[in-house]
């Protein structure tokens, strides 16, 4: 297995109309989500190889999610269903700007009650990358089986993989929500932050240079800053640069990160030697800014991320 995605995986409720409160909402649409879980969709959409590790609920939801990965072509050996707990729900409004705001259901989810005696160490260790985010960091048991498979994909050999994905109301406070974050930050290789997180974990507001390889560390390879429509800024050990974003028509923000780090992903696994290639890497980010774009032209995260022909269709169109 190429790239193997660990953490949460959810149903996201979006209301049927943008720009309402969620009480205001008339109704709502289910959505399957979770960002690891959106990744590992992203990379089999785009024709790479994928698995997915983590847990939901043996009921409607959680079974339902399971066929998603089936449908989308991601192995599913090592998503867990527990009979006790109910899988995640998360109730997303999309403001106007098809910016969203969160209020989630998760006392205690499914997702937050894997082991580490539960993971399917098999799927973990044939990883080339492991990818993971933070949401599983918050609680016990899930914070130790998230340790445990990022050393034991470590140790097989793998590349990590750290998108953040700073989810506030989820933790107990802004402090320890830093302080989780970063207390994994020096192991990942690859790490993609957003503009708004980056203010979040530096604690200044300019987005800039200084302040992004304030988050530099001996081990990384690259570090990725996510601007919206603005594009994103990469840094190496030995380059540093921006690549421009696509206009498109938003109507949805959700998963655009996540279809982002999956394109990016698909392509370094099939050649890690991008990373220390600027005019390569440069390509492959204008290839994951167009994935990116597309997710926002329609509402949800997966039935919006794009296949590589949707992709190349628009880097054309721009060009």
Known sequence: MSIVS???????????????????APGF?????????NVAIAVARL????????????????????????????DGKGLLYDKGARTALAFVTLRADGE???????????DMLLTAEELNLEVIRT??????????????????????????????????????????????????????????WDK??????SDNELEFLTGCDKIDDESALSLWHPNLKLLLVTLGENGCRYYTKNFKGAVGAFKVDTVDTTGAGDSFVGALL???????????NEPKLREVLTFANACGAITTTKKGAIPALPAEADALSLINKKA
């Open 6 to 24: 660990f953490g949460e995986f959810l149903i996201d409720f979006v209301p049927t109309v943008s720009g309402v409160s969620l009480a205001e």
């Open 29 to 37: 649409l289910k959505a399957p989500g979770g960002a690891p879980a």
């Open 47 to 74: 024709g790479g190889k994928a698995a997915f590790i983590g847990k939901v609920g043996d009921d409607e939801f959680g079974i339902m999610l399971g066929g998603i990965l089936k449908e989308n072509g991601v």
């Open 100 to 110: 969203r705001e969160f209020m989630f259901y998760r006392n205690p989810s499914a």
């Open 127 to 184: 990883a080339k990358i492991f990818h993971y985010g933070s949401i599983s960091l918050i609680v016990e048991p899930c914070r130790s089986a998230h340790l445990k498979a990022m050393e034991e994909a470590k140790k097989a050999g793998a590349l990590l993989s750290y998108d953040p994905n700073l989810r506030l109301p989820l933790w107990p406070s802004e402090k320890e929500a830093r302080e989780q974050i970063m207390s994994i």
């Open 188 to 193: 990942a290789e690859v790490i993609k932050v």
């Open 266 to 276: 698909t392509k370094i696994v099939n050649d890690p030697s991008v990373i220390e």
